[in-house]
T-cell receptor, first 110, second 115 residues
Framework: GIQVEQSPPDLILQEGANSTLRCNFS?????LQWFHQNPWGQLINLFY???GTKQNGRLSATTVATERYSLLYISSSQTTDSGVYFC????????????FGSGTRLSIRP | DTEVTQTPKHLVMGMTNKKSLKCEQH?????MYWYKQKAKKPPELMFVYSYEKLSINESVPSRFSPECPNSSLLNLHLHALQPEDSALYLC??????????????FGSGTRLTVV
């Protein structure tokens, strides 16, 4: 089945720093979503981005479907950005399933 | 209403107890999901309901029994659980067909402890 890999697994930054999180997938996908899971466990949609680039405030994301990767950029990090960032993909061959990557755990220090 | 509501938020149960987790959404989504998440791991899919019919069971033990009484409600009935079943149980919904990531919305979860 499709493999979804995220890097880095862990990232510790000072408040105000910028970061780039990466999601690689091993097969063609028809949709891709970035989620943020806060320290209390709530998973929040960030971007639905099967291709192209989107921006929302300090966050932006780019997916290059032909090269099978997606990037999430966080600028001017705040402590509230801490948590785990997951990408999740839906696949053509298994329309009823989505596959989560292993996540990037981000810690922003004040 | 853009929320998925899960109750209870916390649950402690003994290995001989029977309990149920509830999930409700009013976004008109016709696909609903149960996930199990252990600490420091991604969510693992357990069950998928599409148009109120069970479409995927990821080889989940029979001590977990899902139910979808209508298009807005999803239950997970628990019986004779083991301590290793302790986890965060997440409900999600999305537009059909099931598997469409767009509009995928998670509830805040039920943190289950089996003693």
């Amino acid at each position: 089945g499709i493999q979804v890999e995220q890097s880095p697994p862990d990232l510790i930054l000072q408040e105000g720093a910028n970061s780039t999180l990466r999601c690689n997938f091993s097969d063609s996908v028809n949709n891709l979503q970035w989620f943020h899971q806060n320290p209390w466990g709530q998973l929040i949609n960030l971007f639905y981005i099967p291709s192209g680039t989107k921006q929302n405030g300090r966050l932006s994301a780019t997916t290059v479907a032909t090269e099978r990767y997606s990037l999430l950029y966080i600028s001017s990090s705040q402590t509230t950005d801490s948590g785990v960032y997951f990408c999740a993909v839906g696949v053509y061959s298994s329309a009823s399933k989505i596959i989560f990557g292993s996540g990037t755990r981000l810690s922003i220090r004040p | 209403d853009t929320e998925v509501t899960q109750t209870p938020k916390h649950l402690v149960m003994g290995m001989t107890n029977k309990k149920s987790l509830k999930c409700e959404q009013h976004m008109g989504h016709r696909a609903m999901y149960w996930y199990k998440q252990k600490a420091k791991k991604p969510p693992e899919l357990m069950f998928v309901y599409s148009y109120e019919k069970l479409s995927i069971n990821e080889s989940v033990p029979s001590r977990f029994s899902p139910e979808c009484p209508n298009s807005s409600l999803l239950n997970l009935h628990l019986h004779a659980l083991q301590p290793e079943d302790s986890a965060l149980y997440l409900c999600a919904s999305s537009q059909a067909p099931a598997g469409t990531v767009r509009g995928y919305t998670f509830g805040s979860g039920t943190r289950l402890t089996v003693v």
